[in-house]
């Protein structure tokens, strides 16, 4: 089993900055990948940013919706996946939950909700 623990949500006004973060624990395998995804009210939860860890290094994606404005990154060492937000807007508020997907299956966190206020 693997535990998700998010933090660092919270109420910010449109264009400021904040910084989520997931820590792993348990069963964690070296190569995975960990990543956000975000469902706001009456919505389907939706890809924000993935980052995957192969024996080649770290690789990226993110949605269209956030690129240029939020950037994943991962410390392998403690098992933590960051999401820094900047230049926030109205239309990214929703519950940011942290996802891990490995060998032996797909974990999710309670999510943490962000609000952006305009």
């Known amino acids: 089993q693997v535990q998700l623990v998010e933090s660092g949500g919270g109420l910010v006004q449109a264009g400021g900055s904040l910084r989520v973060s997931c820590t792993a624990s348990?069963?964690?395998?070296?190569?995975?990948?960990m990543g956000w995804y975000r469902q706001a009210p009456g919505k389907e939860r939706e890809l924000v940013a993935v980052?995957?860890?192969?024996?080649?290094?770290?690789?990226?994606n993110y949605a269209d919706s956030v690129k240029g404005r939020f950037t994943i990154s991962r410390d392998n060492a403690k098992n933590t996946v960051y999401l820094q937000m900047n230049d926030l807007k109205p239309a990214d508020t929703a519950v940011y939950y942290c996802?891990?997907?490995?060998?032996?299956?797909?974990?999710w966190g309670q999510g943490t909700q962000v609000t952006v206020s305009s």
């Open positions: 980052i995957s860890s192969v024996s080649t290094g770290d690789s990226t």
């Open positions: 348990g069963n964690t395998f070296r190569y995975n990948t």
């Open positions: 996802n891990l997907r490995q060998y032996n299956g797909n974990y």
